[in-house]
């Protein structure tokens, strides 16, 4: 008798734990499904073609997730926002105090080569120069930017990122979605722990029908 309830308990806790767990797991990654869902992914497909400034440029002086900040080779300072499409796009700046503009990021950096962390297509041309903002922090994401001159004195940009739509959709879509994956994941467990007690049972009575 005291076997009997022995495993009855046994039993019990198996079914009630096997459950907890599963109603974790199915919120962990049922939130983090819609979490993710609840994201906007920003990202070019390919280099996207700045054109030049009517002057040759010298260098890259600054980039912001908005725009592209050069020198040009008579000393002048051209900008140019990356989503322009009205010609032209680029302007002279008289100067560019990066210190009062609050412009200046540790992220950014400047090199001869671009080191890009993503599986894209090379810069359509030899790169003379790349700056590269990588991971830059915003509200409820994160951004890298690349822009490249090309030995043609073409600029070029591409860019990777993600972020919340909205916090509160966020949050209600982990919820939803974690509920959902609660929901799945027990089911999934009771029907499999049903399925295990049906067999058992058979074999039970398939033994008494056929003793050895």
């Not at 000393?75 to 002279?92: L, S, T």
Request: aromatic share 10%; net charge negative.
């Amino acid at each position: 008798m005291k076997a009997k309830w022995l495993t009855r308990i046994i039993v019990v806790v198996f079914v009630v734990v096997g459950c907890l767990l599963c109603a974790v797991l199915g919120f962990l990654v049922g939130g983090s499904i819609g979490a993710e869902a609840s994201t906007v992914k920003v990202e070019e497909i390919d280099w996207v073609a700045l054109g030049k400034p009517p002057v040759a440029i010298s260098r890259i002086i600054y980039l912001t997730p908005n725009g592209v900040y050069v020198e040009t080779i008579d000393g002048k300072i051209f900008g140019r926002d990356i989503d322009c499409v009205a010609q032209p796009c680029w302007f002279v700046l008289d100067s560019l105090d990066l210190q009062s503009s609050g412009w200046i990021d540790e992220s950014l950096g400047i090199a001869e080569n671009c080191d890009v962390d993503y599986d894209i297509k090379e810069p359509p041309g030899e790169i003379i120069e790349c700056a590269s903002l990588k991971y830059l922090i915003m509200a409820g994401g994160y951004l890298s930017v690349y822009a490249v001159l090309l030995e043609d004195g073409t600029v070029w940009t591409w860019m990777h990122g993600a972020y919340d739509i909205d916090y509160g959709i966020t949050l209600f879509s982990t919820l939803v979605y974690g509920f959902l994956g609660i929901c799945i994941c027990i089911s999934i467990y009771t029907i499999g722990v049903i399925a295990i007690l049906l067999l058992k049972i058979l074999i039970s009575k398939s033994t008494k029908l056929n003793p050895r």
